[in-house]
C-alpha cells in the first residue's frame, strides 16, 4: 500500500473518531443539563419545606403567647434604657431561640429571668 493510502485511510478514520468523539460530548452535554435541572428542583423542593416550616413554627410560637416572642429590635425595646453598646455587649449572653442561623427570637420571660440571675 502507498503511504499516501495509508495517510487517507488514517484520516478518515481520525475524521470518523472525531465524530464519534463530538457526538458522545453532545450526549453527555444533555444529560448533564437534565441531571441539573433536576437537581434544582430538588433544591427548591427543600427550602420550599424549610421556609414552610419556619413559617409554621413561628405561627405556633405566636399562638402560645402573642407578644411574648419577639427579635432583635423587640428585646433592646424590652431593655430600654440601654444603649446600642451595652446591648451589643450582653446580646451574646441573653438566651434566644434560633429559628435559621441568622433569625433569632427572644423569649421576654427567660430574658428576665436571665436578668434577675446575673
Same mark, same amino acid.
Given at each position: 500500500?502507498?503511504?499516501? !493510502?495509508?495517510?487517507?485511510?488514517?484520516? /478518515?478514520?481520525?475524521? &470518523?473518531?472525531?465524530?464519534?468523539? !463530538?457526538?458522545?460530548?453532545?450526549? /453527555?452535554?444533555?444529560?448533564?443539563?437534565?441531571?441539573?435541572?433536576? #437537581?434544582?428542583?430538588?433544591? #427548591? #423542593?427543600?427550602?420550599?419545606?424549610?421556609?414552610?416550616?419556619?413559617?409554621? !413554627?413561628?405561627?405556633?410560637?405566636?399562638?402560645?403567647?402573642?407578644?411574648? $416572642?419577639?427579635?432583635?429590635?423587640?428585646?433592646?425595646?424590652?431593655?430600654?434604657?440601654? !444603649?446600642?453598646?451595652?446591648?451589643?455587649?450582653?446580646?451574646?449572653?441573653?438566651?434566644?431561640? &434560633?429559628?435559621?442561623?441568622?433569625?433569632?427570637?427572644?423569649?421576654?420571660?427567660?430574658?428576665?429571668? $436571665?436578668?434577675?440571675?446575673?
Amino acid at each position: 500500500m502507498l503511504p499516501e !493510502t495509508k495517510r487517507e485511510q488514517s484520516g /478518515a478514520r481520525d475524521t &470518523y473518531s472525531l465524530f464519534e468523539v !463530538t457526538r458522545s460530548l453532545e450526549e /453527555a452535554r444533555e444529560i448533564l443539563r437534565s441531571f441539573e435541572g433536576t #437537581a434544582l428542583a430538588g433544591v #427548591a #423542593a427543600q427550602l420550599s419545606a424549610a421556609a414552610e416550616s419556619l413559617a409554621e !413554627t413561628a405561627e405556633v410560637l405566636h399562638r402560645i403567647r402573642p407578644g411574648l $416572642w419577639v427579635d432583635r429590635e423587640g428585646i433592646r425595646a424590652h431593655l430600654a434604657g440601654r !444603649t446600642e453598646d451595652q446591648f451589643g455587649k450582653i446580646a451574646s449572653e441573653v438566651p434566644k431561640h &434560633y429559628l435559621s442561623e441568622r433569625v433569632a427570637l427572644f423569649n421576654i420571660l427567660e430574658v428576665d429571668e $436571665w436578668l434577675m440571675c446575673r
